[in-house]
C-alpha cells in the first residue's frame, strides 16, 4: 500500500470546498448531442453520480440495486473506481464523452479534479465506467468487465489472477502467494479464505488502467507499489507476491474500519513494505531512533509523515506492535487487539484505547517502552 496515500485521501475529503460542493458538467460533445440514447445515458448517469456523492436517503446496498447490474453483485462487485478513490466527493466532476462499443456497452469516461484553489486544475482522476440497457432499464459495469476478456488468467488456490498477455506469470511463485494467504487465513480468520481478483501487470498504472482509471493520484513507479481495494476483494500489483498486500486482503475482510496503526502493522509485520522485510525494517528503525533521540514515538500523526528509504515509520511502529502482541499472547492477542477496536466502534482511527486495553501499555510509556523493546530485538 502507499505510504499516506489513504491519509492524503482522507484530508481531501475534510476539505469542505470538495466536500458535496461538487460541479457536475459534461462536454459540449455531450450537451449537443440529439442522440437518444446518449441522453438517457447522460440522465442515468447524472443521477448515479448526484445519489452516491450524496447519499439522497438511499443505503449503499439500495443504491447499487438500483443503478448496478445483478451479474456483478451477485459476484461481490460494486463500484470498483469509487472504493479505490472517492472519485464523487472530490473536487468538479465533468463528464468527458459516452462512447459506444461492442455488445450494447457504453464507455463513460470522466474526470474529477479541483478547480478552487488554482487557475491550474489539479486532477484527480480520469476514469471509465460502463453502462448497458437491460430489459430492466440502464445499469452500470465496471470498467474491468470489459478489460477482463482480453487477460490471460490463472486460478490459484483462492486467488483469481488477471494478467496481460505480456505480463511474465510465474505460476510457482503465484502458488507460493496462495499458499501463504491460506494459512494467513487459517490463523486469523478461522480458515475463511475469500476468493480474491488479483490483477497484476508490467506497471502498477498498467494494473490501474484495467480497472477503468487513465490517471489517477493514487499511482506509482516502484517495482513493489501495490494496493488493495478492500470492498472489493482486489489487489492491483505488478507482482503476483506481494505478501504485504494479501495480509491486508485477510485482515480488510475480518476486520474492517480497524485503526491504520494495525492494519499498516500487521501488513508489515508479515509481508514487508517497500521491498524491505520486517527483521530489515526493525534495524532501519533502530537506526531511525539512534539518530533522533527527541523523536516521541506516541506522536503517531508525526510519525506518520516520516519517511526512511522509502518506508512508513508509522508502518514499522504498527508492526512492533504486532510483535509485541505476538510475543505477549500469540496470533490470539493480535485478534483481540483487532477486535477491541471492532467492537467498541472507535471513531478517529483512534488505537490507543485497544493498546492500552489489549496490550498493557498506557500512552505516557508508550514511547519509552517500545524504545527499550525494539532494543530487545
Known amino acids: ?12 475529503l475534510f476539505i469542505p470546498s470538495l466536500l458535496f460542493g461538487q460541479k457536475i458538467s459534461f462536454s459540449q ?12 445515458i447522460r440522465k ?44 464523487y466527493s472530490l473536487g468538479d466532476f465533468k463528464v468527458l464523452s459516452i462512447d459506444k462499443q461492442k455488445d450494447g456497452f457504453y464507455i463513460i469516461k470522466n474526470t474529477t479534479f479541483d478547480n478552487a484553489t488554482s ?39 483462492n486467488i483469481d489472477y488477471y494478467y496481460p498477455k505480456n505480463y511474465i506469470f510465474n505460476s510457482s ?44 493520484i493514487v499511482t506509482s513507479t516502484s517495482p513493489y507499489a501495490g494496493f488493495s481495494i478492500k470492498n472489493q476483494g482486489i489487489i492491483l500489483s505488478t507482482r503476483v507476491d506481494h505478501f504485504h498486500e ?20 500487521i501488513a508489515t509485520y508479515y509481508g514487508g513494505t517497500s521491498g524491505f522485510s520486517y527483521s530489515q525494517l526493525t534495524e532501519q528503525f533502530k537506526e531511525f531512533i539512534t539518530k533522533n533521540p527527541k523523536i516521541n514515538l506516541s506522536d503517531l500523526d508525526n510519525l506518520n509523515k516520516l519517511l526512511e528509504n522509502g518506508t512508513n515509520n508509522f508502518y514499522i511502529l504498527g508492526a512492533l506492535l504486532v510483535d509485541y502482541a505476538i510475543k505477549n499472547g500469540g496470533s490470539q492477542k493480535v485478534i483481540d487487539l483487532f477486535n477491541h477496536s471492532l467492537k467498541n466502534q472507535l471513531i478517529n ?28 530485538l
Open 173 to 216: 511463485t503465484a502458488a507460493e502467494s496462495s499458499d501463504f494467504y491460506s494459512k494467513l487465513s487459517d490463523i486469523y480468520s478461522n480458515n475463511q479464505k475469500k476468493p480474491l481478483t488479483y490483477i497484476v501487470a508490467n506497471s502498477f498504472n498498467e494494473a490501474n488502467r484495467l480497472i477503468g482509471f487513465d490517471q489517477s
Open 246 to 265: 494479501l495480509v491486508h486482503a485477510v485482515f480488510f475482510n475480518k476486520f474492517p474500519n480497524s485503526p491504520a496503526l494495525f492494519n499498516e502493522g
Open 44 to 87: 442515468f448517469w447524472e443521477a448515479y453520480i448526484t445519489d452516491i456523492s450524496r447519499s439522497n436517503g438511499l443505503t449503499k446496498n439500495d443504491l447499487f440495486a438500483k443503478y448496478w447490474n445483478k451479474e456483478e453483485l451477485e459476484m461481490g462487485f460494486t463500484d470498483i473506481i469509487d472504493d479505490e478513490l472517492p472519485v
Open 29 to 40: 460533445e455531450i450537451e449537443k448531442s440529439t442522440d437518444k440514447e446518449i441522453i438517457n
Open 119 to 157: 487557475e491550474i486544475n489539479t486532477v484527480y482522476a480520469i476514469f471509465n465506467i460502463c453502462i448497458k440497457k437491460r430489459t430492466a432499464g440502464y445499469k452500470l459495469y465496471n470498467y474491468f468487465q470489459l478489460s477482463k476478456p482480453n487477460l490471460f488468467h490463472s486460478k490459484i488456490g
Open 1 to 12: 500500500m502507499f505510504n499516506m496515500l489513504r491519509a492524503i485521501i482522507l484530508t481531501l
Open 349 to 376: 482511527d483512534d488505537p490507543w484505547s485497544a493498546i492500552e486495553n489489549v496490550l498493557g501499555i498506557k500512552k505516557d510509556q508508550f514511547d519509552s517502552l517500545i524504545k527499550k523493546y525494539i532494543k530487545s
